[in-house]
């Protein structure tokens, strides 16, 4: 039990003291801060037709623990689904494999570091709901059962599955990063688009969230008086929000077949865990591919004949950094699997023959999407393979090893982008044009400024989704390659932004060297 107890206890601690969860968690608060707008403000999180709570402690409490639950779990799994992974790299999986600690316990410790660094979050967020209920106060008292009831009953046992789904995910795609990171989302996609009116089946609503809405829908239309069916919209929704219609929500009593069915998704995902645990490696895969390496190297050592330093070619010096931008662009170019080349390849054949709109706005974001494990790696790779003392001593690297990444990144990006950059370029679209050449410099320029930051690549592979996700939705605010009606000065504002995170970079950077 103590060895059990340890794993969670440092695993959790290395995780909340990276630089990354720093970041996360202030991005997390920066976003949580509008889950319910002020009261000038002109969107909307959760609107019921043409109607809105009042800003009591029940619309506060049940609002943001619907928006934790949905928004947490999407974005959750992307923050803790490499556990295994670090521990492979890391060595320490070895160490555990070497003690009497069984599969099911250390799946169910990773399970529990997970549950705990998305309980860190959500404490924060419930923090934040409170303040901000004392600051938009309308004159209501300050329940606080109204802000614990939603938050255990609708956001923790869907964050507890997700940190179940994160660790067995990784047990069986751990190689294939992209599998999990897409597989899960349409997961994610088919949880929330199924819909419940039935007391029954809000009992397999993960989220938790359709037996509130169904309330609030069933209030709204009460007050009413009508039995016309009422449009419940969750997410940011902009308009005049000055003009929507105040009703008041006290919350609700859960059934007890609702607080029955939270308990079996919780026990649900730890016996589909237990049964994972069977087929579960113990890292005694990285074992058998290093064996076999070294019995290959024996093999060709025998092999090897005498070699004559006479006839070897004389070394020549070269400090151009056209050899290593020829390096970066091969290391980007042979990352990742194959198939994933035939299906990005078939993205630039669709930016040339579908509508100009279409290829702009949903073909470009998901293309450039697909190269993010590639992106997320530029300036990581030599952190991860221990060899960042050897690159950093080299001759010039900022001058030349930054700037070769970064213009071997921004390449692949406009060499994929291109067919698009040619059609907008012959109707006259220069403005649009110059977008997507500047959408590509500021996605490479986001991978290299928090790659550099945080030393790892998460968070940038997390906010890439995001913004994808966001455009694929057609929200013109994330739009970062001018496939929306911007004001004039939008190309003036990305290119601001982008010198902004390059001088960030290369200040970061520079300030590692001369440590």
């Keep these: 039990m103590k060895s059990f107890l340890t794993i969670i206890k440092f695993d959790y601690l290395q995780r909340t003291r990276s630089y990354a969860f720093l970041i996360t968690l202030c991005a997390s608060l920066a976003i949580a801060y509008t889950f319910v707008p002020e ?25 943001t623990a619907i928006m934790t639950s949905v928004f947490l779990s999407l974005i959750g799994f992307y923050l803790v689904n490499s556990s295994i992974k670090t521990d492979v790299h890391t060595k320490v999986g070895e160490v555990v494999a070497a003690t009497q600690v069984s599969n099911f316990k250390y799946l169910f410790s990773k399970v529990l570091s997970n549950f705990l660094v998305l309980l860190t979050i959500v404490g924060m967020v419930f923090l934040m709901s409170i303040v901000l209920f004392l600051l938009y106060n309308e004159g209501f008292p300050l329940q606080s059962l109204q802000f614990i009831k939603p938050y255990i009953l609708i956001t923790l046992p869907g964050l507890f599955v997700v940190s179940v789904l994160a660790v067995v995910f990784e047990v069986f795609f751990g190689k ?11 997961v994610f996609m088919f949880l929330i688009a199924s819909s419940a009116k039935t007391e029954n089946e809000f009992a397999v609503d993960l989220f938790g969230s359709k037996i509130v809405l169904h309330h ?8 009413t008086n009508t039995n016309e069916t009422t449009f419940t919209n969750i997410g940011f929704v902009l308009g005049n929000f000055n003009k929507t219609n105040k009703f008041e929500f006290n919350g609700i009593d859960f059934p007890t077949s609702f607080i029955i069915s939270r308990l079996l ?32 190297i024996n093999t060709q050592a025998n092999n090897i004949q005498d070699i004559s330093l006479a006839s070897l070619p004389k070394t020549q010096i070269n400090y151009s950094i056209s050899s290593l931008l020829q390096t970066e662009f091969l290391l980007l170019f042979r990352k990742g699997k194959k198939w994933l080349w035939f299906v990005s390849i078939a993205g630039v054949i669709l930016l040339a023959v579908l509508p100009i709109q279409t290829a702009h706005q949903l073909v ?56 698009l ?26 991978a290299v400024t928090f790659g550099i930051i945080t030393k790892g690549k998460k968070l940038f592979e997390v906010l890439f989704f995001m913004i994808t996700y966001a455009n694929c939705n057609l929200i013109t605010f994330t739009d970062y390659f001018g496939a929306f009606k ?30």
């Design 39 to 63: 009261p000038n403000a002109n969107y909307s999180t959760i609107r019921i037709s043409d109607y809105v709570g009042f800003y009591n402690s029940a619309w506060f409490g049940y609002v």
């Design 176 to 186: 294939y990063s992209v599998v999990q990171n897409v597989g899960f989302f349409f």
């Design 216 to 223: 609030l829908e069933k209030t709204v239309g009460a007050i």
């Design 265 to 296: 998704w919780v026990a649900l995902s730890i016996g589909l865990l237990f049964m994972v645990s069977f087929v579960f490696h113990r890292f005694n895969i990285k074992e058998r591919v290093s064996v076999k390496k070294v019995r290959n």
């Design 364 to 419: 470009l974001p998901i293309l450039w999407f697909l190269q993010v494990s590639r992106l997320s790696n530029l300036t990581t790779k030599e952190v991860s393979n221990n060899v960042h003392y050897f690159a950093f001593t080299s001759y010039k690297p900022i001058s030349r090893l930054f700037v070769s990444q970064v213009f071997a990144g921004v390449t692949l990006m406009l060499i994929l982008a291109l067919p």
């Design 421 to 446: 950059i040619i059609r907008l370029t012959v109707l006259a679209n220069f403005t649009a044009a110059i977008s997507v050449l500047l959408g590509g410099l500021f996605i490479v320029m986001l």
């Design 486 to 515: 911007h004001k004039p000065y939008y190309v003036t504002q990305l290119f601001i932004l982008i010198i902004v995170l390059g001088s960030v970079s290369f200040l970061k950077r520079k300030h590692e060297l001369n440590r």
